[in-house]
C-alpha cells in the first residue's frame, strides 16, 4: 500500500483546488502534498510555495476530496504491508519537500 492523502477525486477537482483554493495559476504547478506542518506545499515551474490549511476556503473542500477518503479507516496505512511516503515521518523544518 502506498499513501493516498493527497487523493483527488478527478483531474478538474485537482485544478479547480488549486486555482480557488490555493488561488494560483493551475497551468504552472507540477505536484502538490498536504504536508505535516498543516500546510499545502505546491511546487510550481519556477517557485516552491506553501499555505496553511486554514487559510483555504472551506466550499472548495467537498469538491476536492476522493468520496473514498472519507470512508477510510487506514489513514496512516497501519494495515499496509509496504508504505512509501511521509506519513508519520519527521518534518525537516528547513529543507524542500520535492
Do not use: W
Request: charged share 20%; proline share 6%; with cysteine.
Amino acid at each position: 500500500g502506498t499513501n493516498c492523502a493527497d487523493n483527488s477525486p478527478t483531474p478538474e477537482a485537482a485544478e479547480n483546488f488549486i486555482q480557488n483554493g490555493v488561488r494560483i495559476d493551475a497551468t504552472n504547478v507540477c505536484g502538490y502534498e498536504f504536508m505535516q506542518d498543516f500546510r499545502v506545499h505546491v511546487k510550481t515551474n519556477d517557485s516552491y510555495i506553501t499555505k496553511p490549511y486554514f487559510t483555504l476556503p472551506g466550499v472548495i473542500a467537498k469538491e476536492s476530496i476522493a468520496p473514498s477518503c472519507l470512508a477510510c479507516f487506514d489513514y496512516t496505512n497501519a494495515l499496509a504491508d509496504v508504505v512509501v511516503g511521509y506519513m508519520a515521518a519527521p518534518l525537516e523544518q528547513n529543507a524542500r519537500m520535492d
